[in-house]
């Protein structure tokens, strides 16, 4: 009995992180959905409306992404900061309101979790946009390759002969 509560517990915790971690994805999951639900309006399959939809959120986190780490201006940056970061906001405090309701109804706890869990979403969008990217890991970039350069093999003497 105690082995499945400590079960469930960890299930439950997963399961909140899941929920914060798609909340950071808020704009493009929700893109996607909109997209997928206008598809199917317009008599398009389920198949396709799915991969139309994430294909769209897909693309528009990269660029999101890429905008943000190759922006020139810092207004540019802050906008798509701000982009993101907005819906994030928001469905982390809903999320969290959900979740605070479930065990209490008024209090300080009601109103301070989820604009503590708001700032912690939205916090994680904008760290999700300033993500690894593969300059800043040094990927195919010469100049942060701080390892010796590889010295070619002389040639051997039975190749002289030819």
Do not use: N
């Not at 929700?30 to 997928?36: C, F, K, S, Y």
């Not at 209090?107 to 993500?131: C, E, F, H, N």
Request: charged fraction near 10%; hydrophobic fraction near 60%.
């Amino acid at each position: 009995m105690t082995f499945m509560l400590i079960l469930g517990a960890a299930a439950g915790l997963y399961l909140i992180w899941l929920l914060f971690r798609l909340a950071a994805l808020a704009l493009p999951l929700g893109t996607g959905i909109a997209l997928a639900f206008e598809l199917q309006d317009r008599g398009y399959g389920i198949g396709a409306a799915l991969a139309m939809a994430f294909l769209a959120g897909l693309l528009l986190h990269l660029a999101g992404r890429h905008l943000y780490a190759h922006g020139g201006s810092t207004l540019l940056r802050a906008c798509v900061a701000m982009l993101f970061l907005l819906p994030a906001g928001v469905a982390g405090y809903y999320s969290m309101t959900g979740i605070v309701r479930l065990f209490a109804t008024e209090g300080m706890l009601v109103a301070i979790l989820p604009v503590l869990a708001a700032v912690v979403a939205a916090v994680a969008a904008v760290r999700g946009l300033a993500g690894p990217s593969v300059d800043a890991i040094g990927v195919g970039d010469r100049q942060c390759d701080d390892r010796a350069p590889a010295i070619p093999a002389p040639a051997s003497p039975a190749s002289d002969r030819l």
